[in-house]
């Protein structure tokens, strides 16, 4: 630090003290500890700086993000007044600044700007004094963020297991379903009854239908990814107007993109199949909501910031909500139902998320799922360039 800054600086806090307060404005931080706050702006977790009283005096990218507000607004609030009770904060911030231990960790909920999300999140807090002047940094992990990535790796896991389990079985399903098809043709010729005929005609048309359900388990491992520019607004758009030519009445499909998403490489078609495949089946559990009027099927895009998918750290991150306000999925398959043949509804093939699933995790992304009656979201998310 020159000897200009140092004046500076000390000038800065003997005005601070005058006022009662140790440190006035962030710059005289950023002046007392070059190089460090910098650093925080790398982490995906939410770091601030505050003063024993709960000032905040820096707060890095991740936390501004959050918290859906610039940082210039979050340094003149305290730290305290974005938390939904914030009472054994305050007493663990004062603990640590008084050095009756050096670091501590509590959970707590982070209210957030309601532009940004409705509900408080859950976060664990880390509570650090520094060396420097008895500031303090609070460390923030989303809740929900390790849980996820636990069970990402755990879907991460599992879809692996059911690719190479769906290609063995379908190839051995293959073989003698050829077989039993051409034998039934072949003994069809030789009946002369048309009542035993029938039968074999069963057979022939119960053979189609599984060799049907084979090629399309088999088909997102067959087809080549075509890939090119896709614009995710394109998608959503296409499948909305396939879902309202089928849907004409009593179905609401709302619309909110965010437009600065850049376009990205893919194959749009996988991606429109993808998006369709889930929408498809939100408007078929709406179908007592389209008798009433008021069902609704919502398109939502956002950007993310540094996301981790599939064990991978990502700068940039497309999301993609697909929301509806049916019954919600039965909680004895909610845990199940990207699995392969799984389904709610009677009739339905149990393929639809599957390959849904499957397009996405070509793309390198993945596909989450929360749901309760009267609200049900899916989200995808696909790493951006």
Request: with cysteine; proline share 5%; aromatic share 4%.
């Amino acid at each position: 630090m020159t000897m200009s800054a140092r004046k500076a600086v000390a000038k800065g806090r003997q005005e601070s003290v005058a006022r009662g307060g140790s440190i006035a404005h962030p710059d005289d931080v950023q002046a007392l500890l070059p190089g460090t706050l910098e650093a925080f702006d790398h982490l995906a977790t939410m770091v601030a700086v505050i003063e024993p009283d709960g000032q905040c005096l820096f707060a890095n990218v991740a936390f501004e993000e959050e918290l859906g507000l610039s940082r210039r607004s979050v340094l003149r609030e305290s730290l305290f007044d974005w938390f939904e009770d914030a009472t054994l904060l305050r007493d663990v911030v004062r603990a640590v600044a008084a050095n009756e231990y050096a670091t501590s960790r509590l959970e707590a909920r982070l209210k957030r700007h309601p532009n940004v999300f409705a509900e408080p999140l859950p976060a664990q807090v880390l509570v650090t004094r520094m060396d420097h002047r008895d500031l303090i940094v609070v460390e923030l992990v989303e809740v929900e963020q390790q849980t996820r990535q636990e069970r990402e790796e755990r879907v991460l896991d599992q879809v692996q297991a059911n690719k190479e389990l769906i290609r063995n079985l379908a190839h051995e399903i293959k073989n003698p379903l050829g077989g039993i098809r051409g034998a039934a043709q072949l003994l069809q010729l030789e009946l002369e009854s048309p009542s035993l005929t029938e039968y074999t005609q069963v057979i022939i048309h119960e053979a189609d239908r599984l060799q049907a359900l084979v090629d399309r388990l088999l088909a997102p491992h067959r087809r080549p990814h075509v890939v090119g520019d896709v614009n995710i607004h394109e998608v959503c758009e296409r499948v909305r107007s396939l879902i309202l030519a089928e849907f004409p009445k009593g179905l609401k499909v709302w619309r909110d993109y965010d437009t600065s998403i850049p376009e990205f490489r893919g194959d749009r078609e996988q991606l429109i199949q993808a998006v369709l495949n889930i929408a498809h089946n939100a408007a078929q559990a709406l179908s007592e909501r389209m008798a009433q009027g008021d069902a609704l099927l919502a398109l939502r895009t956002r950007v993310a910031r540094r996301v981790t998918v599939n064990r991978v750290l990502h700068r940039l991150a497309l999301v993609l909500l697909i929301e509806d306000n049916g019954p919600g999925i039965p909680e004895s398959i909610r845990d199940r139902i990207f699995y392969p043949l799984v389904s709610g509804r009677e009739g339905g093939s149990g393929l639809g998320l599957t390959l849904a699933q499957t397009f996405v995790q070509q793309h390198l992304g993945t596909i989450e799922c929360e749901s309760e009656p009267g609200k049900t979201v899916f989200k995808i998310i696909i790493p951006l360039p």
